[in-house]
């Protein structure tokens, strides 16, 4: 979608038209579900975090001041949204016996490792990882969702694939396979 079109779509959903609304909620609820995934690792819950994004977003469209700027505007209130989750969640873990043995529901290993390498990054470079290789977007687009350049992109990507690499490295997973 182009800025100009992007645009468009939030001023007429600004004028009343809830099909342009819906318009932009089908053109980025993906990209919304990895920016939850990217913080919170279950896929339910990111779905269900990036719906009340589109809902807090079309309650709140007064209040975005610059429509061009939607699409980040949109995934910060989706990261606001899940990092309310997460600190829900400790919260009721903590109050729970947390003594557990983990279950890997039978999940292959080295889906595993790779996770575990993808939870250690910082947020930022989760949130690239999980858009650029779970989505499949194109730098393009992830510049476009989160409102950050190409080459910012690029670095973080290059940084979190290196990380990613030594955390595999030190938690045995086969050097040919990295």
């Given at each position: 979608?182009?800025?100009?079109l992007?645009?468009?779509?939030?001023?007429?959903?600004?004028?009343?038209?809830?099909?342009?609304?819906?318009?932009?909620?089908?053109?980025?609820?993906a990209?919304?579900v990895?920016?939850a995934?990217?913080?919170?690792?279950?896929?339910?819950?990111?779905?269900?975090?990036?719906?009340?994004a589109?809902?807090?977003a079309l309650?709140?469209?007064?209040?975005?001041?610059?429509?061009?700027?939607?699409?980040?505007w949109?995934?910060?209130?989706c990261?606001n949204?899940a990092?309310?989750?997460?600190?829900a969640?400790?919260?009721?873990?903590?109050?729970?016996d947390?003594?557990?043995?983990p279950?890997?529901?039978?999940?292959?290993?080295?889906?595993?490792?790779?996770?575990?390498a993808i939870?250690?990054?910082?947020?930022?470079a989760?949130?690239?990882?999980?858009l650029?290789?779970?989505?499949g977007?194109?730098?393009e687009?992830i510049s476009?969702?989160?409102?950050i350049?190409?080459?910012t992109?690029?670095?973080?990507?290059?940084?979190?694939?290196?990380?990613m690499?030594?955390?595999?490295?030190?938690?045995g997973?086969?050097?040919?396979r990295?």
């Amino acid at each position: 979608m182009t800025e100009k079109l992007q645009t468009e779509l939030v001023e007429a959903a600004l004028a009343g038209d809830i099909d342009s609304f819906g318009q932009l909620a089908r053109r980025y609820y993906a990209s919304l579900v990895a920016v939850a995934y990217a913080i919170l690792a279950d896929h339910q819950l990111a779905e269900d975090t990036a719906q009340e994004a589109f809902a807090r977003a079309l309650t709140n469209l007064s209040k975005l001041r610059k429509p061009d700027k939607f699409a980040p505007w949109l995934a910060q209130i989706c990261r606001n949204i899940a990092k309310d989750m997460v600190a829900a969640k400790a919260r009721q873990v903590n109050t729970e016996d947390s003594c557990r043995a983990p279950d890997n529901g039978g999940r292959d290993d080295n889906v595993e490792a790779v996770r575990g390498a993808i939870e250690q990054l910082p947020f930022r470079a989760r949130e690239v990882i999980v858009l650029r290789y779970y989505n499949g977007l194109s730098y393009e687009e992830i510049s476009s969702v989160l409102g950050i350049s190409k080459p910012t992109i690029n670095g973080r990507l290059t940084r979190a694939k290196r990380k990613m690499a030594r955390y595999l490295k030190c938690n045995g997973f086969p050097e040919n396979r990295l």
